[in-house]
């Protein structure tokens, strides 16, 4: 995050980095396992301590010589860090005590201007600690004895951090200072104090006078509840950053997709398929905010994964988990083998989790014999092979030379802004209202369902609930035309919307009352047919 100080842990292969990344950060973010180099690009993390906020990067093995051309790049991406970093932690093993890889690891740092603390891992009782003491050799006083796995000595060691970063920037008091006001704001709306805006009846729709009286019974029983949610709603404030996840199968080029995002090598780019391990965050500053992009692990079929070693389904567990994460998905497929069943897997992930949606085609510069035409006939072809994609935009791009991936972004950040988009309950009920007349749900079982009201529930994904007699018997198709009325009136470009159907029969609504005393609240309602001049709706005859 920019403004905030940045701490590399670096270290020869199969030290324990990841294990103190992840105890710092408190989350297992980091894959872990019993194997060296299964770290690979860089991974950030925000971390806090004493007050403090800091970012933490993990980092591949240090090596000055590797002999394969991924390990090569991974050693290009822990001297990015290094050379990023305010303060260096250099973590060794306490159990194999020091070895010649540590000394070269600590050659390649000796260069390095920050800060540099030591941190003797594995010291997980009195013997390995003082066994530890052996790692002054290198010459750095700042060494501490450490056990990632079970957490002793690691808050000496944050605190050691802490002393050793620099001063804090005007940018990072400004954050903390919004995020007091932040907090301050979210406490008001918990309590209640702040007051939400209730829909009147003005803003109700025009309905048949037979069920009048019943619809306005529902809107004002409604109208609590709708209060409530308008209340959920602004406190989902809208300053949350938005969060873009680049997903797919192995090696469709997400990763190069990234790089060509951000200008600069910051994930590993192979042609063996799997390269990327981790999710990895990267923030960019996107106008006078921040968007995070996340890179992810390609998403093997389920049997390849079952089989496959450990890392590969750590891998897939945490590309799911960053599409729960995301608010907008960039499902990226290849032009060259065109959409495959996992492809179609995966976007039905991200429409259950009602995540917005991007189809980045990619490699387009390498289909051949192209016409004016054929990216239509893509399109079209894409649309009849998973229908229920079809709010999606699809882009064709190619990251290897950069053409239109800055688009993807575009439409990214525009779709964050569709799952947000907020409707008045008054627009939403003339709209349902319309669409009523135009088509009235069909029977079932000799009884025809009625939509008396309608109210946005939530936001990320855009969610309305509709309040109808024999609300289980409104058909598919029905629910299908009523979200097409809305995105034909809205928009809602590249995000599911979630339409809830609710029962409000006429015996359960309150009746309305007709006498004309009880002072200025009350209100005198005129006999149906009879409305009194000013007393009728706008736009209804009188």
Known sequence: MPGLPVVAIVGRPNVGKST???????SRTAIVEDRARTTRDRLYGDAEWNDRRFVVVDTGGLERSPDDPIEAKVQEQARLAIREADVILFVVDAAAGLTPADQEAADLLRSATSPLLVAVNKADNEKRELEGAEFYALGWDETYQISA???????DLLDAIVWAL?????????????EREADAWAREVASGRLQPHVVGEDDEPDEDDEAEEAEDAA????????????????????????AIAFVGRPNVGKSSLLNALLGEERTIVSEVPGTTRDTIDTRLRWGRSEIVLIDTAGIRRRGKVAAGPAAERYSTLRSLRAISRADVAVLVIDAVE?????DAHVAGYVGEEGKGLVVAVNKWDLVEDKTDRTFDQYVQWIRNEVPFLDFAPVISISARTGQRVSRVLETAVDIWGERRKRISTGELNRLVAAASDRQVPPMVKGRRPKIFYATQAAVAPP?????ASDAGAIHFSYRRYL???????????GTPIRLVFRDRSKAELPRRRRSGGGGAAARAVPPRGRRTAGSGRPGRAR
């Open 20 to 26: 103190l990344f992840n105890r710092i950060l408190g």
């Open 149 to 155: 796995s079970h957490g002793r000595g690691v808050a």
């Open 166 to 178: 620099p001063p804090e920037s005007e940018e990072e008091i400004a954050r903390k200072q919004r």
């Open 219 to 242: 809107g004002r029983a409604a109208g609590s509840v709708e209060a409530r949610w308008d209340a959920q709603i602004a406190a989902e404030a809208d300053v949350a950053e938005a």
């Open 338 to 342: 065109g959409l495959t069943a996992q």
């Open 463 to 467: 969610t309305f609930v509709f309040f």
């Open 483 to 493: 979200e097409n009325r809305l995105r034909e009136a809205f928009g809602f470009d």
